[in-house]
């Protein structure tokens, strides 16, 4: 499976100089699978690039996406009002989240007249579907298995397996609580990639506690006890530079030490092989 960054950013984009090389736009994280199956987990405004990708493919009327959200905080569906294909009618949207009530409430919410200029989402070209994650999501080839992360409200996170090849995705998990931690180490077992939410340093974290985000610290120790290949950091605080993430990056790798395990940054447009 092929894993591609549209947005790595927590909380809010954060655009500028300082930012460029990691990008500042928020979460959106594509997976494609072997036999073009595609799996789009979270639209924050990275979505935006992604829609625009979309609409070059001239498959115009005739787009069917899936669209995984993990939560619903502002940062992981900002994007949608911008995500170019919605307004094209023949497409469809398929949401899947913990819940198609809530889901359904704030497509809703966002697109009224006090939000948007479309006065609701009946007004859409595409067709809006909603879904709601159980045991599995299958997607083609694709597999992904749901994991309740830490966060405050109900946030899933993914087990996503190809054949032999398996990826994990957690966004907005707070890292440092046993219990938490264990349904996340169990189910990112042995994977390939673990996408880990690492918005702060060790020592921002102690201003943080409880706000429902991870440390760089913790993110690598998850990694090392599930066993997996490589991390990617992600989720950056909007207040890092591109020099602080650097800073983030080469701190795990030294808190690495002799263990093997490969760790990365996520940066917009990076794409990853598993």
């Known amino acids: 499976m092929l ?51 979309i609409m070059e ?60 200029p479309i006065k609701g989402v009946e007004n859409l070209g595409a067709t809006i579907l909603y879904d709601e994650v159980g045991d599995e999501l299958r997607r083609g080839g694709l597999s992904a298995i749901p994991i309740i992360l830490n966060h405050g409200v109900p946030t899933l996170g993914f087990r996503i397996e190809e ?16 219990p938490d931690d264990a349904r996340l180490i169990e189910a990112a077992r042995g994977a390939d990639l673990m996408i880990h939410d690492a918005q702060f340093t060790p ?18 120790a998850n990694a090392l006890a599930a066993g997996v290949r490589r991390l990617v950091l992600f989720h950056y605080d909007p207040t ?8 983030q990056l080469i701190w795990a790798r030294r808190a690495l030490g002799d263990r093997e395990l490969e760790v990365l940054a996520a940066a917009e447009g990076l794409e990853l092989t598993v």
């Open 3 to 53: 894993i591609r960054f549209w947005g790595v950013r927590g909380s809010i984009s954060a655009p500028g100089a300082s930012t460029m090389r990691y990008g500042g736009n928020t979460p959106c994280v594509e997976v494609e699978g072997k036999d073009g199956a595609n799996l789009v987990l979270d639209a924050g405004y990275g979505v935006v690039g992604l829609g625009q990708r």
């Open 163 to 178: 054949g032999g090849a398996v990826a994990c995705h957690a966004t907005d998990h707070e890292g440092g609580h046993p």
């Open 203 to 220: 020592d921002e974290y102690k201003r943080y506690t409880g706000w429902g985000h991870s440390h760089t610290g913790a993110a690598l």
């Open 57 to 116: 493919r001239g498959n115009v009327g005739k787009e069917t996406i899936h669209l995984v959200l993990t939560h619903l905080h502002w940062d992981h569906i900002q994007g949608l009002p911008f995500f170019a294909p919605i307004y094209v009618p023949g497409n469809q949207l398929i949401i899947h989240s913990v819940s198609t009530r809530t889901a359904r409430r704030a497509m809703e919410r966002l697109f009224t007249s006090v939000y948007s």
């Open 240 to 247: 890092h530079t591109d020099l602080d993430v650097d800073g």
